[in-house]
């Protein structure tokens, strides 16, 4: 998939990220593994990522992290956002709509119609 190429950013560093701790705030993250995206959640996810990138030989990305008080909950939300994409636990295939919400931040009209409007 030539198109989805790594996002150049990270929506905050670690200092904004111990301020939101420092508030009680848990994350969500999403991580690039080639192709793949895990979702999961952490209290701190800069640390969750040398985690995974421990026990994985290619270079693993941080993509995106959504602050939340509710992590548990937080975290089913997305995964069901990406349900059929899932390949297996936490690791998704990198799809479209996902590529799209991780680069706008916003879920993509697709997934709100499959999911949320009936």
């Known amino acids: 998939m030539e ?9 905050f560093d670690e200092k904004q ?6 508030q009680g705030f848990s994350f969500v993250y999403f991580m690039q593994d080639g192709n793949h995206i895990k979702i999961g959640k952490s209290n701190n996810p800069f640390r969750r990522l040398k985690g995974v990138q421990t026990g994985n030989p290619r270079k693993v990305e941080l993509l995106r992290i959504v602050p939340t008080l509710s992590p548990k909950y ?3 939300f997305w995964k069901k956002c990406f349900e059929e994409y899932r390949v297996r636990g936490e690791w998704f295939i990198l799809s479209e709509p996902m590529w799209e919400f ?11 119609k499959n999911y949320f409007i009936k």
């Open 74 to 76: 937080e975290e089913a």
């Open 17 to 22: 990220l111990q301020d939101f701790m420092n």
């Open 102 to 112: 991780l680069v706008t931040g916003y879920l993509p009209n697709s997934i709100w």
């Open 3 to 11: 198109h989805f190429k790594k996002l150049p950013w990270i929506d």
